[in-house]
């Protein structure tokens, strides 16, 4: 069987690729101390040495829309474009393009299919920043296939957050019963406090700090019950507008199990939103 | 009121850089030329069929109309197609770095919690 060798969960910032590329008076000052963490936290996936990643992420309207919108989507292709013209045009990021790993998309979405996730696929899929920005930062080399996963934390009505722990638990169960020889990492990312058009953006610190310490405690303690108890559908729009984006942190410590405790936290307060760092490791490191 | 053709307006504009710049230079003729020829068109799907019954409302027709942000928030439109849209337009006018997104946080600082509900 497959072996699970890493679970990762992070933040997704699309203007780390900027920041950490730009030089003389167009670096911003935070920059250096940006990569400094970044690169660190790319060793830990480095060391896991995985042969594939399982990627989730959330398109941002891109090639998703509200005519047929699913709810969680599998990719299932062969390769992969990457990025899009107003992703280009904002965020200064790259045309990419991907390697899938298509007999484990097609695991995925059968057993997941037969595990009670009613999973939408897409045989041309083109990915966005929500999956780019976390290969650009743990894997800049971009060398290894991929199976996208995409779930709706953006055009409401959403699934329910103990929905997104549940699929975490399942992804982790069929990537373990996957029958190959691969080392597989999983890498999601979503957001702490967020708000994207309204009046509490882009100001000195994420939204809602006090949100922000609370979601790094349950997210690094793996303390899943007692962040089910407090986040609701609700709940998500006090920090900021934009905050369901932590249901997909909820979702990798569905991957990562209940109480277990993180392997590696990092955080960094930067203007607009805090970023967040989580590695596991699911033999405990010996690897 | 049609949150959702709101924001087909704003998500067909946005993924067009021939469309960003008419919206920008041109607000009350592309959306009146959008909702007559393009807001019926199904998108990814045959060509030659349309819906025949998507309208604006008076009021979201103005507010588009005059690049009126602020209204749009309040109707309900997606927040973060409004704002991508409008970094695309505007951003370019500020004087100094967060600039635009800055005064257009301002512009909605009288909102309060609950905000609008966006969903479609």
Redesign the interface.
């Known amino acids: 069987m497959a072996e699970l060798v890493a679970v990762i969960a992070s933040t997704h910032h699309p203007f780390y690729y900027r920041a950490s590329t730009a030089t003389g008076e167009d670096r911003p000052p935070f920059a250096d101390e940006w990569v400094r963490k970044v690169e660190a936290f790319r060793e830990t996936l480095t060391r896991a040495r995985p042969d594939v990643l399982v990627m989730v992420g959330s398109d941002?309207?891109h090639q998703l829309?509200?005519?047929?919108m699913p709810q969680f989507l599998v990719g299932k292709a062969p390769f992969y474009d990457a990025n899009?013209?107003?992703e280009e045009?904002?965020f200064g990021l790259p045309r990419m393009f991907f390697t899938g790993q298509e007999d484990l998309s097609a695991y995925i979405l059968r057993e997941g299919l037969d595990a009670g996730f009613d999973l939408a696929f897409s045989n041309e899929l083109r990915i966005d920043h929500s999956i780019t920005c976390p290969i650009i930062t743990l894997r800049p080399q971009n060398d290894l296939p991929i199976v996208p996963i995409y779930t709706n934390i953006?055009?409401?009505?959403l699934p329910q957050p103990k929905r997104f722990v549940q699929l975490g638990r399942t992804i982790r169960e069929l990537v373990e019963s996957w029958p190959s020889d691969k080392r597989v990492a999983v890498i999601g990312t979503g957001h702490l406090s967020l708000e994207?058009?309204?009046?509490?953006?882009?100001?000195p610190h994420g939204p809602d700090p006090e949100f922000d310490r609370k979601a790094v405690e349950w997210i690094s303690s793996g303390d899943i019950e007692g962040c089910l108890a407090e986040v609701s559908l609700e709940s998500l729009?006090?920090p900021g507008?934009?905050t369901h984006g932590f249901m997909d942190f909820m979702l990798m410590m569905g991957v990562a199990g209940e109480g277990r405790k993180a392997d590696y936290v990092d955080t960094y307060d930067l203007?607009h939103t805090m970023e967040a760092y989580f590695t596991w490791y699911p033999d405990g490191g010996r690897q | 009121m049609s949150k959702y053709l709101l924001n087909k307006f704003l998500f067909t504009v946005d993924r067009d850089p021939e469309l960003v710049e008419r919206y920008r230079e041109d607000p009350a003729g592309t959306v009146t030329w959008w909702e007559a020829e393009r807001a019926g068109q199904i998108l990814n799907c045959h060509s030659g069929e349309a819906s025949t019954w998507l309208r604006f409302t008076d009021e979201e027709r103005r507010a588009l109309s005059q690049h009126d942000h602020v209204a749009l928030f309040e109707m309900g439109a997606h927040p973060f197609l409004t704002l991508t849209l409008w970094i695309a337009m505007f951003e370019r006018d500020a004087t100094e770095p967060l600039g635009m997104q800055l005064d257009y946080a301002r512009e909605l600082a009288h909102v309060t919690l609950p905000y609008p509900d966006i969903t479609t």
Do not use: T
């Open positions: 941002h309207f829309w509200l005519d047929n899009w013209y107003n045009r904002e953006f055009a409401p009505p994207l058009g309204g009046p509490r953006q882009f100001g729009h006090l507008n934009a203007f």
